[in-house]
């Protein structure tokens, strides 16, 4: 197998760092070689996040460069944008159809940008997901990353059990069951 090269990118508070966490452990259980890089920039500020997850029979460095990622995960539709450029020109890019307003433009300093879904689009092949509202109707609002993760583990790979099995490990015990249905509505879109 080639070496699989994802990216997690988001605003702090959104589960970016225990995304990359479980994908990386979901690898490891496979008996890949993984390695993870996390870049948390102002994360407590609402800034962005980025987490980089390689894995393959031998990873040497963590960090994914410019036009080698396969996947791009963001749960943001900005940082999908910041971030596409990262992407092969085969990659795909699994976002969540949200807007956070960064601080810019919260001040007034910029304006967000219209259209970016449709703009991705026309470069890449994009899947989008409302997760925050599907998170919302399950009862919880933090799983919206879960809800993510179950899309983006149909073009990761690895088995449905065995993703489930991670996450039941990873994530805070009482919050399994809310997770996993998150998990599950988003890998059965």
Not at 7 to 14: K, P, R, T
Not at 19 to 29: E, N, W
Not at 57 to 74: M, R, T
């Amino acid at each position: 197998m080639s070496i699989k090269n994802i990216m997690v990118v988001g605003v702090g508070g959104q589960g970016t760092l225990l995304t990359s966490r479980i994908i990386g452990k979901t690898a490891l259980s496979e008996g890949f070689d993984v390695k993870l890089s996390e870049v948390h920039g102002m994360a407590q500020r609402g800034g962005s996040v980025v987490t980089f997850v390689r894995y393959g029979e031998k990873i040497y460095e963590p960090v994914v460069e410019e036009g080698n990622a396969d996947i791009l995960i963001s749960f943001e539709r900005l940082e999908a944008k910041r971030y596409a450029h990262f992407l092969k020109k085969d990659g795909i890019i699994i976002v969540n159809d949200a807007r956070i307003d960064p601080m810019t433009v919260v001040i007034g300093a910029k304006s967000y940008p219209e259209n970016i879904l449709e703009d991705l689009k026309k470069e890449h092949t994009v899947y989008s997901v409302d997760g925050g509202k599907i998170a919302i109707e399950l009862g919880n609002p933090k799983v919206l990353n879960s809800v993510v993760l179950g899309l983006a583990a149909k073009y990761i790979g690895f088995e449905k059990e065995k993703w489930l099995e991670v996450l039941r490990k990873t994530v805070p015990l009482k919050t399994v069951e809310i997770n996993e249905k998150a998990f599950l509505a988003g890998y059965n879109l």
